[in-house]
């Protein structure tokens, strides 16, 4: 089956500009997770949907970034205006149903924010 | 809010030898325990879980070992081998649909040959 697929794998953007990523998740997964990867960090949650409902936000800087998955298949997360310390690498994951099992994550989109 | 720790950061072993990695969960209603193994420039792929309902549970090289009353849980592995070098991050999350999954800090393990 195809994986969960992401992109752009890399992005290179001035700080105070705008920056869009997009995620396909496996086919049938109902839940879809964002992950921020830090260099030399553990992923840490941005937002997880389930469907096209939000489940978690609370880690999002709602302030500069957005998400949305509109009919409950792939995904966007957009940061608008980017600042440096938003470097990082963009991990989408999806699961069939929540932490029930296993995440599947995508190969990532690599933000550098100068 | 939920913490998950993880060490050591950094682990370096003989080939042949063992590896432990420990981590420690906050959210004593955790009850799910998946690890997650890293290779360089690669994503993270599920390695072992284990449900808090067991004490242990192995596959092969790899073994897990569970402490609710402690809240930490382990990853040990066995024999180790060139391509075993990796980031292994361990998890803690509630076996739900609407649970999140939280992340230890990783732990960059090398085997020396």
């Known amino acids: ?114 | 809010g939920e913490n998950v720790e993880q060490h050591p950061s950094t682990l370096s072993v003989q080939e042949g030898d063992s590896a432990v990695i420990k981590c420690t969960y906050s959210d004593s209603a955790s009850n799910y325990f998946p690890w997650y193994k890293q290779e360089l420039g690669k994503r993270p792929q599920l390695i072992i879980d284990i449900r808090s309902n067991v004490g242990e549970k192995k596959d092969q090289r790899i073994a897990v070992t569970l402490n609710k009353t402690a809240k930490h849980f382990s990853l040990h592995i066995t024999e180790t081998q060139p391509e075993d070098s990796a980031v292994y991050f361990c998890a803690a999350t509630r076996y739900s649909s609407a649970s999140k999954i939280i992340f230890g800090s990783g732990t960059r393990l090398s085997i020396r040959p």
């Open chain 1, 1 to 114: 089956e195809a994986g969960v697929a992401q992109s752009p794998r890399y992005k290179i953007i001035e700080k105070r500009q705008s920056v869009a990523f997009w995620c396909n998740p496996i086919s049938g997964h109902a839940t879809l997770y964002w992950y921020q990867q830090i260099l030399g960090q553990g992923p840490k949650l941005l937002i997880q949907f389930q469907n096209n409902g939000v489940v978690d936000d609370s880690q999002l800087p709602k302030d500069r970034f957005s998400a949305e998955r509109l009919k409950g298949v792939d995904s966007t997360l957009k940061i608008q205006p980017a600042k440096l310390e938003d470097s990082a690498v963009y991990l989408c994951a999806s699961s069939l149903r929540g932490s029930t099992g296993e995440l599947f994550f995508g190969e990532g989109s690599r933000l550098t924010v100068l």
